[in-house]
């Protein structure tokens, strides 16, 4: 572990800090290069956005371009640390946008007083961008403050914690059910955290199927049930009737557990209460709330996800966000709506099901990987995931009302190099 840290504080300082910069795309070497780019020439494109804004996709980066912002209220599972601690993790976010579906980032972090601060700030800067991706930002506050961006903002605007982890979340846990030979309809979950990223994936996973009252949601004061009176309207919607109180309580025969917490809070012992095949999605970011051994030696029949790269099963949202912006942009939506993110689902779990090219097995150090148990979800380095989920995802808008552009003609992409 100790190595871990130190290589990865090396990365980030050396050879330069930080992980990624601008680049330019237009010629700059002349005299005139410089008089088309700047001086007296960029005032040609000035002109045509201030009679149309639309002009704006035509001659700037808009079109391409996502803003990832946070206030550092909820980094990672790390908590409250601030917004300039955040970087690092907002500047990660870019790095994978771009390396995944060629999507430009600019990270923004803001020291928001309060949560109409911070939607004031968004809210003035959006025209900048194509799309905005919410990250890192604490719950309650964050539903608020999604809301009204939606709501005042004419480009997509999605909270990644929330709806990135619930759709690579859902599409994990079906093939997982499917695994274990269970349907989602009568499987008994309990979910472990409250925040953002919990209270989304269960909402997604009972538009899936999943019924409300077979899912126990626990925050820091244990079981969320009908007798609390200290439960607010987004938890409230998960109190059941029940006089189970603890995890241990909850956790007796139940189907799946999802951790969206904090490191090592599932005891290994707890997991042998679960019924057979028990699924495990341990999501906590950086550390699980089971590490996987510990949950193997516990349970030898457990289907067991994590949040991270270096673990089987990484159900962590970066197979979501940088395609489902890819599909979002390249037909210029004016949201990300539930038809988007349930193709997205779709399209994510369908290409578990694919043979894996041998080059995926050759990135994770040459092991077999094949639709089961060890491998229920694709590898982020799938390049198939950039063909398969922005088509559904574009498809979805189209179909949903919220495109304004027609199905791309250079659709599907086959590599990142394909975008435009
Ligand atoms: O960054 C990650 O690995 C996933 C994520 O959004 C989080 O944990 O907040
Ligand atoms: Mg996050």
Redesign the pocket.
């Known amino acids: 572990m100790s190595d871990l840290r130190t290589d990865a504080l090396d990365y980030h300082a050396n050879p330069r800090p930080g992980k990624l910069s601008v680049e330019l795309t237009k010629p700059t070497a002349t005299a005139r290069d410089l008089a088309l780019a700047y001086s007296p020439g960029v005032a040609e494109p000035v002109r045509e956005i201030a009679k149309d804004l639309e002009n704006a996709y035509k001659y700037t980066g808009k079109g391409n371009l996502v803003a990832v912002i946070s206030d550092g209220t909820a980094i990672?599972?790390l908590g409250n640390l601030g917004p300039l601690a955040s970087k690092p993790?907002m500047e990660g976010k870019g790095v994978l946008f771009k390396r995944f579906a060629g999507v430009d980032v600019f990270d923004i972090e803001v020291e928001a007083e309060s949560p109409q601060a911070f939607i004031d700030t968004v809210k003035r800067i959006s025209c900048t961008f194509g799309g905005i991706n919410l990250?890192?930002i604490k719950a309650p506050e964050c539903f608020e403050i999604e809301r009204a961006l939606i709501e005042q903002c004419d480009i997509p605007v999605f909270h990644?914690?929330q709806h990135g982890?619930a759709i690579v979340t859902a599409a994990a846990m079906i093939n997982a059910l499917e695994l274990a030979d269970k349907v989602i309809e009568d499987a008994k979950i309990v979910c472990l955290g409250a925040g953002a990223a919990a209270i989304a994936c269960m909402k997604l996973l009972v538009s899936m199927g999943a019924k409300a009252e077979n899912i126990f949601m626990l925050d820091r004061k244990g079981v969320i049930h009908a007798g609390r009176d200290d439960l607010n309207e987004y938890k409230a919607i998960f109190a059941t009737e029940t006089d189970k109180r603890t995890l241990t309580d909850a956790l007796k025969g139940a189907d799946v557990f999802v951790g969206l917490s904090g490191p090592n809070l599932l005891p290994p012992a707890d997991l042998k209460l679960m019924a057979e095949h028990p699924i495990v999605f341990a999501c906590s970011?950086p550390d699980p709330e089971i590490d996987p051994a510990a949950a193997h030696a516990s349970r030898p029949d457990v289907i067991m996800a994590t949040?991270r790269s270096d673990y089987p099963n990484q159900v962590?949202?970066?197979l979501g966000f940088p395609f489902i912006f890819r599909g979002a942009l390249d037909v210029r939506a004016t949201a990300i709506n539930e038809e988007m993110k349930i193709a997205a689902v779709h399209a994510i779990r369908e290409l578990a099901k694919e043979p894996v090219p041998e080059y995926i097995s050759q990135a994770y150090g040459g092991i077999k990987l094949e639709f089961g148990r060890e491998y229920i979800i694709p590898k982020p380095m799938d390049v198939r995931l950039i063909e398969k989920v922005p088509a559904a995802v574009a498809q979805a808008a189209i179909d949903s009302g919220v495109a304004t552009l027609p199905y791309p003609a250079h659709y599907p992409l086959k590599s990142v190099e394909d975008c435009i």
Do not use: I, P
Request: net charge negative.
């Open positions: 990672l599972g993790v990250e890192d990644d914690d982890t970011n949040g962590n949202n970066v």
